[in-house]
């Protein structure tokens, strides 16, 4: 499992890449169970009432979430792309510039300790 991390205006939003023999998450709308590689993550954006407050660059922004959309892919590289693609579009969707956005992407493995890898693609 690899953990995506972004961070920028004081917040962190994380999705998971589920890898090959991993169970990702079943419900409805789940990509095809053949996938090699299954990244879910949360999807957001700012709203002018309701939602959730949250803190970013100073200001409070109303937040208002929507179910995860997990997505398959054959490769770690399509994968991981399409996670840091998605983790910047989610914080432009709440007004952070997207290239300010910090990547991490950390691998957890069954009994062991989670490991930061470098993040090339960032």
Known sequence: MLLVRGSA???????????????????KGAPDEDAAYVWVCDEFYEVESGGTTQKIDGKEVNVAFESPMPRGFDTR??????ARDHVRTQFARI????????????????????RTEPDAGA
């Open 9 to 27: 205006g004081g917040t962190e939003l994380t999705g998971t890449i589920y890898e090959r023999g991993e169970r990702a998450p079943q419900f």
């Open 77 to 82: 590289e399509q994968a991981t792309a399409a």
């Open 95 to 114: 007004g952070v510039d997207a290239d300010a956005v910090e990547l991490e992407v950390t691998k957890t493995e069954p009994d062991a300790r989670a």
